[in-house]
């Protein structure tokens, strides 16, 4: 008998909970999704959540920063709802260790590298760093994945160990690019995707790194466990299927991933 009253109290209390979130939307709007994302995606995934909110009225925050260091600080119990990571290994490591909802795991996109240089005294584009070349910056290859493809990029022409010296490492791309941009390096090997929308300079060369000089980058995201079930974190990834967030890809350089 107790029992029973327990379970019609229980389902009186969900039902009451149910008419509120009808009466009162707005409560449901309030639902706030948390993102971690890669260094190299965060320009890109704003104007996506710009359309998002535009269409939904709900809120997103976004961090960005390093791969490596994203994986630590969800490692470490940061309140984040989703990663979207730079390569494919933290995803599917967050998944096998219970931090990360394996049945979301998925690839977002496909990222490309590009080289940054400037003109010679002729207005000729350097095709490559070489012994004789200024500074270059790259991201960390140790915590973020396209500093890792630029290192097999530099290897492949035989000149990674010859210019350790001259390499600037940048804690995530976006500090690479700044390194370029701010004239502290005179070559930089950054994401497409930072140089897709920007206007440069007519002395700055950019040159797109053929995919077969380094591994695939393959960017894969996973729902974190706090976020399980969230109406939210379903209604984005909803979202993130549609022709306009396919549209925002191709606009900064990126091929859309796939479940």
Not at 195 to 208: D, G, H, I, T, Y
Not at 246 to 258: K, P
């Amino acid at each position: 008998m107790k029992k029973a009253l327990m379970l019609i109290r229980h389902r009186w209390k969900n039902l009451a909970l149910l008419l509120l979130a009808l009466a009162s939307p707005g409560l449901i709007r309030a639902e706030t999704l948390h993102i971690a994302v890669a260094s190299n995606f965060a320009d890109t995934l704003r104007e996506i959540v710009s359309a998002y909110e535009k269409e939904t009225g709900r809120q997103v925050l976004v961090s960005s920063g390093s791969t490596g260091k994203l994986y630590a600080q969800i490692k470490n119990g940061a309140p984040f709802d989703y990663f979207m990571s730079a390569d494919a290994l933290r995803p599917e490591l967050l998944a096998e260790e219970g931090d990360g909802v394996a049945a979301s795991l998925h690839t977002y996109a496909i990222g490309r590298l590009a080289f940054l240089s400037r003109r010679d005294d002729q207005g000729k584009c350097p095709k490559a760093p070489s012994h004789q070349s200024g500074k270059v910056a790259i991201a960390n290859p140790a915590i973020a994945p396209y500093g890792l493809a630029a290192e097999q990029v530099l290897k492949g022409f035989s000149v990674w160990e010859s210019l350790q010296a001259k390499l600037v490492r940048g804690e995530n791309i976006a500090q690479a690019y700044q390194f370029f941009y701010s004239g502290n390096v005179s070559m930089a090997y950054v994401a497409k995707s930072q140089v897709q929308k920007r206007s440069l300079p007519e002395s700055v060369c950019v040159a797109v790194v053929s995919a077969e000089q380094h591994q695939p980058i393959v960017q894969k995201a996973v729902v974190l466990k706090r976020a399980d079930g969230k109406v939210a974190m379903d209604e984005f990834l909803h979202f993130f299927e549609t022709k306009v967030v396919r549209s925002i890809l191709e606009r900064y350089g990126y091929l859309a991933g796939s479940s």
